[in-house]
């Protein structure tokens, strides 16, 4: 089962004004008319465009650390912690040209639906891993020979740190012999914490860190290290906490692919 998306249960009418509007409206059409023309570097200038635009509007502080780990010119698998769709805003700082693995649902919005369409995101159902492999597997192809980073979010969900990674981007690093990147976020649940709930919070603090690339060979071997290296920096954030998932909270998501990482395993009574 997949997160219902209904475009008219997206935000809630109070939180948006005139400059979030402007977002949603002419701002994103420029979005997507990039995206259809083909060019790869107007597309990915106008995302961070777009995106440092929404930042703006939410009043939105990040704190980036560790740019010094990226180099421009090497193609990565981009491994962060998920949150939230903010998480985008944070991430297109990178000085990297994006593609990203995305739930196919998300093409069922509005605009954007279109947007990331035409852009060639990789959209795939988790839930079928096999045809999720196979998409990814196609487009990671793709994307490397234009010479772009592909994101691929390890947890595959927004519920917090208790989700367990997956092991799908530490392969995809061997399998392309690209470093991957792990990528350290938190506190972007508070901008907008869809699906659990519709407002979008202003003056949020978001917090960023790239840790060092790991390299092709080390990936699947390292998997587990790399998980609780990551997950512990982000409980010692301290000026953006990090997400947590709790079941009383948050629900149970019977279908829905997830698991618990083993080292919450006993906080996280489900």
């Known amino acids: 089962m997949a997160i219902p998306i209904r475009s008219e249960q997206l935000f809630d009418a109070a939180s948006l004004d005139d400059e979030l509007l402007d977002l949603l409206g002419p701002r994103l059409s420029g979005l997507v008319a990039a995206a259809v023309s083909g060019d790869r570097p107007r597309l990915h200038q106008a995302e961070r465009d777009w995106a440092e635009a929404a930042i703006r509007a939410l009043d939105i502080r990040i704190d980036v650390v560790g740019l010094g780990s990226v180099d421009p010119r090497r193609r990565y698998v981009v491994a962060p912690l998920h949150e939230g769709f903010a998480d985008v805003l944070a991430l297109l700082r990178l000085p990297l040209d994006l593609n990203w693995v995305i739930r196919d649902e998300l093409l069922e919005l509005p605009y954007f639906g279109e947007y990331l369409d035409a852009a060639g995101h990789i959209a795939v159902t988790p839930e079928l891993p096999r045809s999720a492999i196979r998409r990814i597997w196609r487009g990671a192809e793709e994307t490397f020979s234009r010479g772009e980073s592909l994101v691929v979010f390890p947890q595959g969900t927004v519920l917090g740190l208790e989700a367990a990674f997956q092991a799908g981007a530490f ?40 840790l060092d690339p790991i390299e092709p060979g080390d990936a699947v071997a390292g ?41 919450y395993a006993v906080d996280v009574a489900i």
Do not use: C, N
Request: aromatic share 10%; no cysteine; charged share 30%.
């Open 223 to 263: 998997m587990r290290a790399i998980e609780r290296q990551m997950k512990q920096r982000a409980l010692d954030a301290t000026t953006a906490p990090a997400r947590r998932y709790l079941p009383k909270r948050d629900g149970i998501w019977p279908g829905y692919r997830f698991d618990i990482d083993p080292d």
């Open 171 to 210: 392969h995809l690093a061997e399998r392309f012999d690209s470093a991957l990147l792990p990528v350290v976020l938190t506190g972007s649940h508070r901008v907008w914490e869809y699906p659990f709930a519709a407002t979008l919070r202003r003056g949020q603090h978001i917090r960023l860190e790239v």
